[in-house]
């Protein structure tokens, strides 16, 4: 039998928005680094009430996003106007601006109470398993084979 690795090594969850009912108009995703990966993928999903939201990929030279230092990633904006549903942003690190690492989500225009969670996914392409790159808040990995 040839070996094949889990999903689980393959793929990291780099950042998330837990699953929130929103209590301002704007969610953002935890920061990351993109030096290990060669792709990431944004997954957001919304309620089946859900009204509209603006997707920014925002990226940085450090890990502090504050008011002034982050940039939109060219060609990755989005509006979300669908009820019950998922939205996909795939990133390349090749188009990351020069000098630029760092990497989040934010959404804004939402409406106070709206439900929605992120996950992002990232591969490995330097060093494996790409579950050492999980976040902490990463409590359980189970698989059947």
């Known amino acids: 039998m040839t070996y094949c690795e889990r999903l689980s090594e393959q793929l990291a969850i780099v950042a998330t928005i837990d699953p929130i009912a929103l209590t ?3 969610a953002v995703s935890d920061a990351f680094v993109m030096t290990n990966h060669r792709r990431v993928l944004f ?3 919304t309620e089946a009430a859900f009204a509209s939201a603006s997707v920014l990929i925002q990226e940085n030279v450090a890990s ?7 940039t939109l990633l060219t060609g990755t904006t989005g509006t979300v106007v669908g009820n019950a549903s998922q939205y996909l942003y795939e990133v390349s690190a090749a188009a ?3 000098g630029f690492t760092w990497l989040r989500a934010s959404l804004t225009g939402m409406t106070i109470g709206d439900l929605i969670s992120m996950v992002v ?3 490995v392409d330097r060093y494996k398993p790409a579950s ?3 976040l902490a808040s990463v409590d359980v990995i189970q698989s059947t084979a």
């Open 43 to 45: 997954i957001l999903q």
């Open 132 to 134: 050492q790159y999980d």
């Open 96 to 98: 990351l601006s020069a």
């Open 64 to 70: 502090a996003f504050t008011a002034g230092t982050a």
């Open 24 to 26: 301002g108009t704007v």
């Open 121 to 123: 996914l990232a591969d």
